[in-house]
């Protein structure tokens, strides 16, 4: 028995000067409307964690090659610090139709790292502490130990 | 910028079509999930052997090979490499989903005889996006 998959990822990322870059990752050399907005194409991976029952924010990699569109997203996006990522995975079908099953999360950027041949984008999961688990409470010592300079929080 | 390969008409060649990028997870139990990362095939294949050629044929080639530095700049094939094949079938090979071409190793030169040649080529058609 054989099951077939086709997934694609759109990617929206809002920088903090309020551009917005739109990426989609499987239809190759083509320009797919999704939500009434343009994503190009790159061939890009992203990988990591959603979320986790600690309430600590996950990290979340996304791959770029070295071209001129991701250096130019890293390089006008301000490293990629505090962007706005709403990334949707989308099942498609042989035909390429855009209207399968989807699911978006949204990612906080925190940071970008160069090398000769690929840009790593960070980011962590936005959502993760507001939870069953944190209501409605101050965040103290107690509960979430020393506060941290940046988004990872951690449950005591 | 990357030039036309020469026009020449090769003694043999053989076409090997691209592959989907997909990617197989096997069960314990057997059964397979199969997934598909993109839409276009990629990585054809392309071998072209010009027999008992004369030098200036052998230089042009390896004029080539250098200008498109040696397999990173890639280039378009003209349609006398696919002579014998039929309009439809060359629009198959010669430049699938856009495709452009790449040395995928240095051309290998044969000496025959004075002033002829054999000259070996290899390629490699990538996705150009």
């Known amino acids: 028995m054989t099951s077939e998959i086709r997934i694609c990822n759109f990617f929206r990322l809002t920088t903090t000067a309020g ?8 239809f190759i050399g083509e320009s797919k409307t999704f939500n009434g907005e343009v994503y ?3 061939p890009f991976q992203a990988d990591g964690a959603l979320a986790s029952l600690n309430g600590d924010n996950q990290q979340l990699r996304v791959l770029f090659p070295s071209q001129e569109v991701s250096i130019r997203l890293v390089e006008e996006g301000d490293g990629n610090r505090l962007s706005v990522l709403a990334l949707t995975t989308l099942w498609t079908n042989a035909s390429g139709a855009l209207n399968g099953a989807q699911y978006t999360d949204y990612f906080v950027g925190v940071g970008a790292t160069f090398n000769e041949d690929t840009i790593e984008l960070r980011f962590r999961s936005s959502m993760d502490s507001v939870g069953a688990g944190f209501p409605a409470r101050v965040l103290s010592v107690d509960n979430v130990g ?11 | 910028m990357s030039q036309t ?4 008409k090769p003694s043999q060649r053989q076409f090997t079509l691209g592959a989907f990028p997909t990617k197989v997870y096997r069960s314990l139990a057997g059964t397979t999930v199969k997934r598909s990362y993109g839409n276009k095939p990629s990585g054809f ?3 072209l052997e010009f027999s008992n050629v004369g030098d200036a044929i052998v230089l042009q080639i390896l004029n080539h090979y250098n200008v498109t530095n040696g397999g990173f700049s890639r ?3 003209p349609s006398s ?3 014998g094949m039929s309009a439809a079938l060359i629009a198959q090979v010669q430049a699938p989903y856009n495709i452009r071409w790449e040395y995928v190793s240095a051309p290998s030169v044969q000496s025959v005889y004075n002033g002829i040649s054999t000259v070996s080529v290899e390629l490699l058609g990538e996705l150009d996006v």
């Open chain 1, 146 to 156: 020393i506060l941290p300079l940046d988004a990872a929080l951690s449950l005591q």
């Open chain 2, 45 to 47: 294949g392309l071998t």
């Open chain 1, 19 to 26: 551009k917005v870059h739109r990426f989609q990752n499987y």
């Open chain 2, 81 to 83: 490499i696919f002579a």
């Open chain 2, 5 to 8: 390969f020469p026009t020449l």
């Open chain 2, 75 to 77: 280039f378009a094939l």
């Open chain 1, 40 to 42: 190009l194409f790159s």
